[in-house]
């Protein structure tokens, strides 16, 4: 005989309708059967033998007599596990981790209440109403009928404590963020345990240690990979990592950490990486030479980074590429100008560095600022090059000490928004071609929406166009320079005043020396 013990079951005109949500099935020995057709206990909810016939008071009673028989099946069908029991206790083992007194109500991990099959009352109101999924994985539990664990994620409440290495028994689990909280210790090398991990977020919370390096050389099926916000340090890449088998990475993000060392020249081997943060750390040397083929958002802001950035680097870069941000570094030497000539580099933030002028990285050329500029006519704003063929919208150069006339090749990318070049010893006349480009009064040009050009040594008399700007056309400051017009009443002179005509003078018999 075979019992079949239905998890929900109703009643519809006095027949038996079983309607349910899965079937266990359970073999009785035949001294077990009976001569009614039909055994029903309504209040338990289960059913042995389910008939067409209606359900009579005589034979309810006649099948009395094995109700007790039955009482332990039904115990054990009310236990019936349908999460991996390894699953269960590396779930206990993750909230025991955390300190007690940071599980507030209203939390997530608040409703894991053990004595609950996790996987069988999945967004429930009893228990686990959030933070885990589950799903039939391997052949194993497809055979024992077993659910796996196959996300883990916290909300971010603040939860202390740490994270249990018992983490690395989840094998199954394929996304597990543990963001925004204040998780401290080091993080578990067992995490390089889960093969199946395509989504690791660890962000902005307080792990410690260096990252261990069976991360780097064992999570071959990882997409994404957020280390950003806590307190990590050591080397990167650790010196255990085969960056090979992270070819099919897309983010990695590591700022805001302690992490030093060098920078791998080579990039290349992250063959699918998209995004690339490793601002906010303390790493030095030289920039990579070769970046990810298919990134188009970098940053390493914010390091101890230093050397050139020359035209070598340039052709280093993804074709892809849309954000470059290498601001707050020890950079030196020259701004290639073919980096403004990017075929999809939109946002170029190099400021605060130690550039010293902006180039033609060709052998027969010299800097475009002491030539008197690049290609571009400085009375059209028209270019003879590529640069009006530019998809910048936003250039930063601002804080290094770059010199040389004002290029006005800026003046001609048609995309062009916001051009910060303050706090360098740029000199010259400001060409009116900028004061064009913020009119929109070029064709085909999108206006300037910010021009900085304060705290240089740009002089003469301001083009009678800038006077034609209004505090809606612009954002603009002209001032700390050797201007010799710009009153106050001018938006663009305010919150400041010109630099003493000596300073200016020296400044100008220096370039003269210098043959500037």
Known sequence: ???????????????????????????????????????????????????????????????????????ALLSAELSVQLTHPSDVQ?????????????????????????????????????????????????????????????????????????????????????YLQVSGNNLSGPIPEAVSHLAQLSFLDLSHNAFSGSIPGPIFGSLTSLRSLNLAGNCLSGRWPPATDNTNNLSGLTE?????????GSIPSDLRSFKELQILDLSTNAFYGDIPLHFPPMAISISLKNNRLSGEFSQAHVKGLSPLLNVLDLSGNNLSGPVDISLFKHPSLQQ???????????????????RSGKSGNSSVNTTTGADDGNANKSEMVAIDLSYNHISGRLPTIFASME????????????????????????????????????????????????????????????????????????????????????????????????EEEEGV
């Open 252 to 260: 990695l993000r590591l700022y805001s950490n302690s992490l030093s």
């Open 1 to 71: 005989m075979y019992v079949h013990i239905y998890r929900k079951l109703y009643i519809k005109s006095r027949r038996c309708t079983p309607i349910l949500s899965h079937t266990h099935t359970l073999s009785l020995p035949s001294s077990l059967l009976f001569s009614s057709p039909l055994f029903f206990v309504e209040g338990i909810g289960f059913i042995f033998h389910c008939s067409l016939g209606l359900i009579t008071m005589a034979s309810m009673f006649r099948s009395l007599s094995v109700v007790m028989v039955f009482t």
């Open 90 to 174: 590396a779930l206990m083992d993750v909230k025991a981790a955390l300190d007690p007194s940071t599980i507030q109500p209203g939390s997530c991990v608040i409703t894991w209440d053990f004595s609950l099959d996790p996987c069988d009352h999945l967004f429930s109101d009893e228990a686990f109403s959030c933070g885990i999924n589950c799903e039939k994985e391997g052949e194993a539990a497809e055979k024992e009928g077993l659910l796996r664990i196959t996300s883990v994620k916290l909300d971010s409440f603040g939860y202390g404590g740490s994270l249990s290495p018992s983490i690395g028994n989840l094998t199954f689990l394929q």
């Open 415 to 510: 995309r062009l928004a916001s051009l910060s070049l303050s706090h360098n010893a740029f000199s010259g006349r400001i060409e009116p071609v900028y004061a064009l480009k913020a009119l929109a009064g070029i064709v085909g040009l999108e206006p300037l929406r910010r021009l900085m050009l304060d705290g240089n040594y740009l002089s003469g008399p301001l083009p009678p166009l800038f006077m034609r700007l209004l505090p809606n056309n612009i954002v603009a400051s002209f001032v700390d320079n050797c201007l010799l017009n710009c009153p106050s009443r001018f938006f663009f002179c305010q919150g400041g005043t010109q630099k003493p005509d000596n300073i200016c003078r020296i400044f100008d018999t220096k």
């Open 348 to 366: 170029l933030n190099l400021s605060y560095n130690a550039f010293t002028d902006i180039a033609d990285g060709s052998e027969d050329s010299t």
